[in-house]
């Protein structure tokens, strides 16, 4: 049975979440305050946290971070429901791991959906993992690569050789920290720290990059239009992809393919010359 800990210092709601919940079929627990969440989060290992932000002695964000320098909670999902709503709260949370983030009120549905949402997300992504990983572990000779990776861009490193097979495998889709944190078995907190370390870069840099070497051989080697490349390369609004591309080529995909046209057509030419 999937169990939930639900921690707000308000009894209305953290008693009608629990109702809710149990109602489903969930096994429930309840903490008044953030310390007692941590407390019982380390005694009952749930699968899933809800927990209010603005809480004494410790805020939600306290809590968030307690369990992700911990090796025993760092993986369990959180989501925060709260009436903290700005978007700096929204980034705080999200950079500190958080899995989602609702606001206050909030109906019962709408908690069930996401819960649900991350219940089936992790669950598809330990199912990738023990596919794709288990082999890797075995056989360590395998390399970071697929039959048609454009280029060879990651680091040869055997402590982050999971992290960048798993943003080879699905960088064309979308991917976040926790995501990758999840499938490797590291915390967020201390899976960013490590690959930062090694090489000076972040997670989000290096599927980034990873990115930009599809769009390139995609631009050079079709005809699929930009807006189609953008998908492919996993981007969901062209608009994005566009501006990380002239960010990191100092030029729009179609002027970029342009040039390369360009340079190809002129080293064709002064060959048959």
Known sequence: MTKILVIDTENQARNMFLKCLE???????????GLVGIERAQEHLPDLIISDILMPKLNGYGVLRALRQNPITAMILLIFVTTKVTQADIRKGMELGADDYLTKPCRPEELLRAIISRLERQASLQKWYAAQFQPLL?????EITKPNTPQLIFP???QLKKVFYFIEANYNQQISLNDIALAVGYSPSYLSKLVRHKTGQTIQSWIIQRRMA???SLLVGTSERVEQIATLVGYQHPVHFFRQFRQYHGAT????RKAKAHCSFIKYDIHQS
């Not at 079929?25 to 305050?33: H, L």
């Not at 075995?138 to 395998?142: H, L, N, Q, T």
């Open 138 to 142: 075995k056989s360590p000779e395998i």
């Open 214 to 216: 599809a769009a390139r």
């Open 253 to 256: 995909p179609l002027a970029w």
């Open 156 to 158: 040869s490193d055997p």
């Open 23 to 33: 109602e489903e079929g969930f096994d429930v627990i309840g903490a008044e305050n």
